[in-house]
């Protein structure tokens, strides 16, 4: 019925579907407060590390010790560098690291 590049691109097309969403339902509810309380505001703030933490533990216990490594690298890097430095660094680290590891 659908080949395999039709239901790619319809999997693509709902999850972008469903992400616009998220997002536009997120400003609606929060345009219609005068005020934002700072519980909410503290707890939207906190959401980016969240979902960081989220993406980066499964990688610190499921992979061996070059991804391990890596992880400990970049995050010491990230406190000196910006994004793109970090990216470098982690990309540096985890060529030579499994290499060297095996």
Do not use: C, K
Not at 46 to 61: F, G, N
Request: aromatic content about 6%.
């Amino acid at each position: 019925m659908f080949d395999s590049g039709s239901s790619v691109v319809w999997i693509i097309l709902a999850g972008a579907l469903a992400t616009y969403a998220t997002r536009v339902g997120g400003h609606l509810v929060l345009s219609r407060f005068q005020h934002i309380p700072r519980r909410v505001m503290a707890a939207l703030d906190a959401v980016p590390a969240a979902v960081l933490a989220s993406l980066v533990a499964p990688a610190i216990v499921s992979q061996g010790w070059a991804e391990a490594l890596t992880l400990a690298i970049a995050a010491v890097a990230a406190l000196r560098f910006n994004m793109a430095g970090v990216l470098l660094v982690g990309a540096a680290s985890i060529i030579t690291l499994r290499a060297l590891l095996g």
